[in-house]
C-alpha cells in the first residue's frame, strides 16, 4: 500500500472539517495565540501539524523518537497517512469487521498485537487487494512465498484471499523472522524488503536493528508506517476522526459448509444454498473461478452469511474497539 505525500487543498480542508465538527483540533505544535498574531492571507485554510510523541510502545518494546531522524521519519508517515483520510477512515472501519478474525490468530502464535498494523499498511485491510506487483490479500503474500508457507494459489483457488489461512501463514514468516533477529521491527522490515536483503544489510552496516539501517526508500519508511497507524487506531478522535458505531463494518456471521468434491457451477451451488454468486464471491474471496476441478478431494471450508449479517437493519451493532467511535 502506498501513502500520499502530497496533500491536497481538499484532503487538508476535510480533515479539519471533521475535527471542528467534533469540537476538537487536531494535536499542533502551533498555538492559537500564534494564529491570531500571524500575518494575514488570503488562505481560508490553516493547516495542522500533528504532534509526534517522545516514545512509543511497539510489541512491548518502547522506542525512543528523540533521535532527529526518527523523529523526522515518523512525522513524514503520520502526516501522510492523517491526510489520506478516505483511506485512513475506510481502514479503521474495515478493522472492525476483520481484527476480531486476525487479533486471536496472532494471539494463538505468539505474535504481539502491534503486528497487526503490519496488515493494516499492507492493504488498508482489502480482502481483495492485489498489487501490481502481484502480491495478495490483506498480508500481500506474493505467489511463491505464498506456495512456500503452505496457500494454495492457482486458476481456480488462491488462499492468499482467505483470511485465516493467509494469516496463519503471516505469523510463521514473523514468527521465523523474529528468530533470526531477536527484535519485531526487523522482522517487520524483512517481511517488506526480504529476509535475505536485511540479514545482509544487518551485517554489513553493522547494525542490530532495522531502525538503524539505511535501506531503499520504501523499507526504511515500512516501521514507520506501521508505528503511525498503530497511533492513529489507537486514538482516532485524537487525530479527528468521527465515527459513530452504526457506521463502523460489522463482522459477519457465518454457516460453514465443507466441500471435498468438484463443484462444476459455484453459482448455481450458491443458489442452492440460499445466496447469489456475488454474495458467495465477497465471503470466499479465496474462489477464484466459477468451477473448482478438487481433483485432490481435498476439503474445502465455504462460508454462507447468515440472513442476518446480509441486513444492515438486523444486525446487531458491535464495536471491537471503543476508541474508534464517538463517545
Not at 232 to 240: L, V
Not at 266 to 275: R, S
Not at 279 to 285: C, D, K
Request: glycine letters at 4%.
Amino acid at each position: 500500500m502506498s501513502y500520499l505525500n502530497n496533500i491536497s487543498t481538499l484532503t487538508i480542508f476535510l480533515a479539519i472539517g471533521l475535527s471542528c465538527c467534533a469540537g476538537n483540533s487536531l494535536p499542533s505544535t502551533t498555538t492559537s495565540t500564534d494564529i491570531e498574531q500571524s500575518p494575514s492571507t488570503n488562505s481560508p485554510l490553516t493547516i495542522i501539524n500533528p504532534e509526534i510523541p517522545a516514545s512509543i510502545k511497539f510489541a512491548d518494546q518502547v522506542i525512543d523518537l528523540d533521535r532527529i531522524d526518527m523523529y523526522e521519519r515518523l512525522y513524514r508517515e503520520l502526516t501522510s497517512i492523517l491526510y489520506t483520510h478516505g483511506n485512513t477512515l475506510l481502514l479503521i472501519k474495515r478493522a472492525n469487521k476483520l481484527f476480531p478474525i486476525i487479533a486471536p490468530i496472532l494471539k494463538d502464535n505468539g505474535i504481539p498485537y502491534d503486528l497487526i498494523y503490519l496488515a493494516c499498511i499492507e492493504s488498508t485491510l482489502n480482502p481483495r487487494a492485489y498489487s501490481p506487483a502481484k502480491a495478495a490479500g490483506i498480508w500481500q503474500f506474493m505467489p511463491a512465498t505464498a506456495k512456500q508457507y503452505g496457500l494454495e494459489v492457482n486458476d481456480w483457488v488462491d488462499e492468499r484471499y482467505n483470511i485465516e489461512k493467509e494469516t496463519e501463514a503471516a505469523c510463521k514468516y514473523l514468527k521465523k523472522a523474529y528468530a533470526e533477529y531477536g527484535n519485531w521491527e526487523s522482522a517487520a522490515a524483512a517481511y517488506n524488503g526480504g529476509s535475505n536483503r536485511i540479514t545482509s544489510q544487518l551485517n554489513t552496516q553493522n547494525a542490530d536493528t532495522a531502525f538503524d539501517l539505511y535501506l531503499v526508500d520504501e523499507t526504511s519508511r515500512y516501521m514507520f508506517r506501521i508505528l503511525a497507524t498503530k497511533l492513529i487506531m489507537e486514538s482516532p478522535q485524537h487525530y479527528g476522526f468521527i465515527i459513530k458505531p452504526s457506521q463502523l463494518y460489522q463482522p459477519i456471521e457465518y454457516d460453514t459448509i465443507e466441500v471435498n468434491s468438484e463443484i462444476h457451477d459455484w453459482p448455481t451451488w450458491a443458489k442452492n444454498h440460499g445466496i447469489n454468486y456475488a454474495i458467495l464471491r465477497e465471503a470466499n474471496p479465496w474462489i477464484r473461478a466459477k468451477t473448482l476441478p478438487n481433483k485432490t478431494g481435498k476439503t474445502y471450508k465455504v462460508k454462507i452469511p447468515k440472513d442476518k449479517s446480509l441486513y444492515r437493519s438486523t444486525q446487531d451493532v458491535k464495536v471491537y474497539n471503543t476508541n474508534w467511535v464517538t463517545k
